[in-house]
């Protein structure tokens, strides 16, 4: 392309309308306070407001594999309600900042139920992006609540959670291959090197390599939350730890390349139909305890079928099918005679009904705030950004 | 009439282009530049304060991930560039009726999305694989795994670039003018020099835009090093992933774009002047 005098004042315009768009740009960021992320929301939590009978459609925002095939059609014919259920959470940290800035305005991005941790409900209610339950359509969730799980610290009446799955966190080993390991510390014995992954969640993988350390979680400072990063450090450095993972160690496990990871007891049941010599154990340490909560967020289209399938949920015959699927603990009281009919097995298993002696020396998922949680996250992620 | 139609053709044909640029580019750009310089992180009163320190302390702080994102870029396009040279070489001289089916099969991969296709990195480069097994076995690779390095990440690089690479090659080496290879034969150059002096200059245009296609793109890739690497090899992409999604620093994602973006083009800039200006705008510049 030869520039020509008419070709100079056609740069001259181009010059002008990228002027122009920067002008434009400049005036809408004016008016539009810098994109209206800054500050935070209001504090007063609202009251979901239910409209008669439910009806029309809802969407569900949840982990993969986190239901069985046939909850949602049953709901869908029990009901007449339209189920759009959306696989899209993967991490809770993700997924607040995916979608933080449309709750900020007070909107859930159609969403109108979602299912994330209790640290991360907490921080949610806290800013007030969560609706407040109206348990008149919630008779089941009453009713059937397991009698451990009613009053936790974060919501003693349980008022804007309901549990969804609960479940421990400790080791996954391949049996054959790493037969001794048997507690957080032995994930770091140097047989192991290179073969070991770690969890990429703070809460869950720090706590436990403070269980390793002798430190209680629950009593943890700022500086015992420090030495257990610098101890991941160390380790990671030396090359002890193969990778930082979420839910994709399990491909780790299954093709050989690692040996023992930190792990969900969950996946640990449903990795065993790929390889049987896979198996979740409760490190002599002790593990850590979670529990993920079904939420209504503010803005939430049609809160009222939300509600329903809730209550749907916590009959236990339904949950029955999603206990036997997903192996976690469940929530709901009544589930295990109706597995205990069906395969005795699922109700002896200890990671889906565990004894109170089983889970005694374990923690509740700690509760990081304000400049804590900034610091620790920060120092874990320079860990896994290495 | 004509005449205003002809002056006028050029703004609408410009029209969209620019419309694109300023509404994808120039308009987050701005925002962006402007999150940069806020204090604080989001829900944690964040605001606008021409807060410069955001620059310095992203560069310090990450100063290991930008050389690793450089070095691994830089390795990634030198395999490339070795490897596609060859290919499209063959492709553009000697491939005869098969020309056509070569060059979809280096298209090919593409009907699989990105991300798959490095997934199924992990898979061949598994401990246990045949591949590394294979690899182990002629010494090529030293003991230990594969998978999880930072030699992983660079072969994932490699691969999922190396059409950017064969393409614009293949487009320069096609559009060479046989005759002028034939008038260095006739006179009496051998096949390295006609190579050297004829094909290679004549080739510049398409090594110089495949470098540059190769190489901006792998500096600032963080999905290959999320797979692929182990321990100590996320490159810089995967720190402002976690900036944002994990510390919701929102400043410090910003600055690091920013710093990235200031890095990648003063590399340009100085390898388009090592290169010539004249190899990147090809014949018509001259």
Redo the contacts between chains.
């Keep these: 392309?030869s520039w020509s005098e008419?070709?100079r004042r056609?740069r001259t315009?181009?010059i002008a309308?990228?002027a122009l768009?920067?002008v434009?740009?400049?005036a809408?960021?004016g008016g539009g306070g810098?994109?209206g992320?800054?500050?935070?929301g209001s504090t007063e939590a609202e009251t979901v407001k239910l409209e008669g009978k439910p009806s029309g459609s809802v969407t569900i925002s949840n982990w993969p594999l986190y239901i069985d095939e046939g909850t949602v059609p049953a709901f869908e014919k029990a009901t007449g309600v339209k189920v759009k259920y959306v696989e899209d959470i993967n991490?809770n940290?993700?997924f607040f900042?995916?979608v933080?800035p449309l709750l900020r305005n007070g909107e859930s991005g159609g969403r109108s139920m979602m299912v994330l941790a209790d640290y991360m409900v907490t921080k949610m209610h806290k800013?007030g992006y969560l609706q407040e339950f109206d348990k008149s359509a919630l008779p089941n969730v009453e009713e059937n609540l397991a009698e451990n799980l009613k009053h936790p610290p974060f919501d003693p009446n349980r008022d804007y959670t309901a549990p969804w799955q609960s479940g421990m966190t400790g080791v996954i080993v391949n049996k054959q291959t790493a037969p001794d390991v048997r507690s957080i510390c032995d994930l770091f014995d140097p047989k192991y090197k290179?073969k070991v992954d770690i969890l990429n969640e703070v809460r869950e993988a720090v706590p436990l390599v403070m269980k390793c350390e002798g430190v209680d979680p629950e009593k943890a400072t700022e500086a015992d939350w420090m030495k257990a990063i610098d101890k991941l450090k160390e380790e990671?450095?030396s090359?002890q730890?193969?990778?930082?993972t979420g839910n994709d160690y399990a491909?780790d496990l299954t093709?050989?390349?690692a040996v023992a990871v930190m792990g969900w007891s969950g996946d640990a049941v449903q990795l065993q139909e790929d390889n049987p010599n896979l198996e979740w154990r409760m490190p002599t340490e002790g593990c850590m305890l979670w529990s993920e909560d079904m939420v209504i967020p503010v803005g939430a289209p049609n809160p009222t079928a939300a509600e329903a399938f809730m209550n749907y949920v916590y009959d236990p015959e339904v949950q029955a099918n999603i206990a036997e699927y997903v192996n976690y603990v469940t929530p709901v009281e009544g589930v295990k005679p109706i597995l205990a009919k069906r395969s005795p097995e699922l109700a002896e298993n200890q990671l889906i009904f565990p004894s109170a002696s089983f889970t005694k020396k374990c923690s509740p998922t700690p509760q990081l705030e304000g400049e804590e949680e900034?610091n620790v996250?920060?120092a874990f992620?320079?860990v896994?950004?290495? | 009439m004509t005449a205003i139609r002809r002056?006028i053709a050029?703004?609408f044909l410009?029209g969209p282009g620019?419309v694109w640029?300023?509404?994808f580019f120039?308009?987050p750009l701005?925002?962006m530049g402007?999150?940069s310089l806020?204090s604080g992180?989001?829900?944690?009163?964040?605001?606008?304060d021409w807060n410069w320190s955001n620059y310095s302390e992203a560069l310090s702080?990450?100063d290991?991930?930008f050389v690793r994102s450089f070095l691994y870029a830089g390795v990634a396009t030198v395999l490339s560039l070795l490897i596609a040279y060859p290919l499209a070489y063959v492709i553009a001289f000697k491939a005869g009726r098969w020309r056509n089916v070569l060059l979809f099969a280096v298209v090919a991969p593409f009907f699989t999305t990105y991300l798959i296709r490095t997934i199924a990195w992990?898979?061949i480069l598994?401990?246990?694989s045949p591949v590394t097994e294979f690899l182990h076995a002629i010494g090529l690779a030293p003991s230990?795994?594969i998978?999880?390095t930072g030699s992983a990440v660079i072969a994932g690089l490699t691969y999922n670039f190396l059409p950017f690479m064969i393409l614009p090659l293949y487009a320069s080496l096609e559009r060479i003018d046989v005759r002028l290879i034939e008038a260095s034969k006739d006179l009496y150059a051998s096949a390295t020099q006609s190579f050297l002096r004829v094909t290679l200059p004549l080739s510049a245009p398409g090594i110089v835009a495949g470098t540059l296609l190769t190489f901006i793109p792998a500096v600032g890739d963080y999905v290959n090093a999320q797979f692929l690497?182990?321990?100590?090899?996320?490159m810089i992409g995967?720190?402002i992933q976690?900036?944002?999604?994990?510390?919701?620093?929102?400043p410090s994602a910003a600055a690091l774009s920013f710093v990235l973006m200031a890095l990648i083009m003063v590399a340009v800039v100085i390898y388009i002047r090592f290169a010539g200006s004249e190899a990147l705008m090809g014949e018509?510049a001259r």
């Design positions: 392309m008419p070709g056609l315009l181009a309308i990228v768009g920067l434009v740009g400049f809408a960021c810098g994109g992320i800054e500050g935070s991490s940290e993700e900042n995916k933080q800013l290179g990671s450095e090359g730890i193969r990778k930082f491909r093709s050989g390349d900034v996250i920060k992620d320079a896994l950004n290495g | 002056r050029p703004y410009l620019t640029l300023v509404l120039v308009v701005y925002y402007k999150l806020n992180v989001l829900g944690e009163n964040l605001h606008f702080a990450y290991t991930q992990e898979t598994s401990d246990e230990g795994h998978l999880a690497g182990g321990t100590g090899n996320r995967n720190v976690s900036l944002y999604l994990s510390q919701s620093d929102y018509e």
